[in-house]
């Protein structure tokens, strides 16, 4: 059997209007990832994200 991960909360927003946001907005999050453009600007991310690593490590 899995443990569940805590979830952590710092602000006064109710756990379960959080979650009820979550469910609400999630199968947007989704189809916009598995879009074309999402993909496109995820690919776009990563290299940034990148790119920002190697320069780190140079300093």
């Not at 952590?8 to 379960?16: G, L, R, S, V």
Request: net charge negative; aromatic share 6%.
């Amino acid at each position: 059997m899995g443990r569940r991960k805590k979830l952590i909360n710092n602000t006064d927003i109710p756990q379960h209007q959080i979650e009820a946001i979550a469910r609400c907005i999630m199968p947007d999050i989704l189809a916009f990832y598995e879009s074309e453009e999402g993909q496109r600007e995820f690919a776009e991310w990563k290299k940034q994200r990148e790119m920002e690593k190697q320069e780190s490590k140079t300093e």
